[in-house]
């Protein structure tokens, strides 16, 4: 039996010997298989980096009124190009118109006042020459000059007020540029104390660009170009 038991092994382990061989020799012949190669060359490229940006025209003037009362009128649309001085919004002018006309009533009247005062003061001042009056109404007469002139003095301002007002009815666009939207429609009431704007003129003749780099890649530049200052001249001014 230990006879036949080791020529069973001795020819397991023949097989074996047989069968890595065979397959010794097919890896071998499959490592001898000829692959292509390339020649790497030296080249320059750029590489570009993407950012978060805002961007922004040269000037963004917000819009209120000055005055408050109902939008009679929208006289622009939105993304609409104005020139500096072009209507805009119109606020109801009716009331403004009438305070204008009191005003103007109110200085007529006061020049009156005045005319009088003058007119009762310069017969009073001859009527003092002669003794005929005190020096007490005299004076008193010349009060009431100084209390007229004051009066029309006030109704003056009173009608600049109410005229500024009527030119306030009419929202003018204080630059060139580009209207933007338009939160308020005729009817709506606003004031100077509105929340929003009624809108937003955007000169875009000149853009900026706002963006932040992160801090390796500001000391990456830095270490690259000696200074900040060399890192941003080093940039193309125009990527697209």
């Given at each position: 039996m230990a006879v036949r038991k080791t020529?069973?092994?001795a020819a397991i382990a023949c097989s074996c010997i047989i069968m890595y061989s065979c397959?010794?020799?097919q890896t071998v012949q499959q490592d001898s298989k000829v692959y292509e190669s390339i020649t790497l060359k030296a080249e320059n490229i750029e590489l570009s980096e993407t950012?978060?940006?805002s961007i922004q025209g040269r000037q963004d003037i917000a819009i209120y009124p000055q005055i408050s009362g109902t939008i009679?009128?929208?006289?622009v649309k939105e993304g609409q190009r104005v020139k500096k001085g072009q209507s805009l919004f119109v606020i109801d002018q009716v009331p403004y118109k009438a305070a204008l006309q009191i005003a103007e009533a109110n200085v007529q009247a006061a020049e009156a006042g005045v005319a009088t005062a003058e007119l009762l003061y310069n017969s009073r001042v001859k009527l003092h020459e002669k003794g005929v009056i005190s020096d007490y109404d005299l004076?008193?007469?010349y009060n009431q000059l100084l209390t007229a002139k004051a009066q029309l003095a006030q109704a003056q301002a009173q009608e600049v007020t109410a005229q500024n007002n009527m030119t306030y009815t009419m929202v003018l666009s204080p630059a060139d540029g580009v209207v933007g939207t338009?939160?308020?429609r005729e009817g709506a009431l606003v004031s100077p104390s509105i929340p929003a704007a009624l809108t937003t003129v955007s000169d875009n003749s000149v853009m900026y660009v706002y963006f932040s780099l992160t801090e390796n890649r500001l000391l990456s530049l830095t270490r690259e170009h000696s200074t900040m200052d060399e890192a941003l001249r080093s940039l193309p001014e125009n990527s697209g």
């Open positions: 020529k069973a092994v397959n010794s020799g950012y978060p940006a009679s009128k929208v006289c004076q008193t007469s338009l939160p308020y």
